[in-house]
């Protein structure tokens, strides 16, 4: 068990550009979980997984955004034409459905957009 | 809809002393609670759960907390604050466990020696 882990760790964009981050669960958790995270607030729900089936967006989640999960293992969110207010922290957490009730979170992907 | 309000966004104690942050939520169905701590520039890690069984629910690094349906409160409490306690908590809630977590604004505890 490595954890989860998320990459890159940080990235600076200018305004306009795209992005793509990856999450890898931990490797025998079935569901997995975007939040969003800005400065001073909590994490907000953005989608959810359960393997390669996206079960829910959150309506955080404008069109600009997408997610993946396309063999049930890692996961990219994927963000289009960047505005600064995108910039926050984006967090992953996976969790094994229907064996415990906990979620793990990874380190997180800082986003700066200028 | 579910929602958790956390009082205090910034609570400072004495090391040694009580550690009391306070949660209250709202939900339509039976709950499941969480309390998660983050330190800075790190993610979010679980310190103790409640799942609908023993109402008084003990966790990691000598937290615990107890939930009263009576008062939709979930507060966590540690008897003795250490310096490496200051960090940011977050309550969550759910309605399975297995769902999104909805997080309240987070507490800021500062611990002074």
């Known amino acids: 068990d490595t954890g989860v882990s998320q990459n890159p760790r940080h990235k600076i964009t200018k305004r306009g550009q795209n992005v793509t981050f990856r999450c890898d669960p931990i490797?025998?958790?079935?569901?997995l979980y975007w939040y969003r995270q800005t400065l001073g607030q909590g994490p907000e729900f953005l989608t959810y997984?359960?393997?390669?089936?996206?079960?829910?967006k959150s309506r955080l989640l404008s069109d600009r955004f997408s997610a993946e999960r396309p063999k049930g293992s890692f996961s990219t969110l994927e963000i289009q034409r960047t505005e600064q207010g995108d910039s926050a922290m984006y967090l992953c957490?996976?969790?094994?459905?229907?064996?415990?009730?906990?979620?793990?979170f990874g380190p997180g992907t800082r986003l700066t957009v200028t | 809809a579910q929602s958790v309000t956390q009082l205090g966004s910034h609570v400072s104690v004495s090391e040694g002393a009580l550690v009391l942050l306070r949660c209250n939520y709202s939900s339509s169905v039976p709950p499941y609670l969480f309390w998660y701590v983050q330190y800075p520039n790190q993610g979010l890690q679980l310190l103790l759960k409640?799942?609908?069984?023993?109402?008084l629910v003990k966790g990691i690094n000598g937290f615990e907390a107890e939930f009263k349906k009576s008062e939709t409160s979930f507060h966590l409490t540690k008897p003795s604050a250490h310096m490496s306690d200051a960090a940011e908590y977050f309550c969550a809630v759910s309605h399975s466990g297995n769902t999104p977590l909805v997080f309240g604004k987070g507490t800021r505890l500062s611990v002074i020696a």
């Open positions: 957490a996976s969790s094994l459905a229907g064996k415990s009730y906990e979620q793990y």
């Open positions: 409640y799942t609908s069984a023993a109402t």
């Open positions: 997984f359960q393997n390669e089936a996206q079960l829910e």
């Open positions: 490797s025998e958790h079935n569901r």
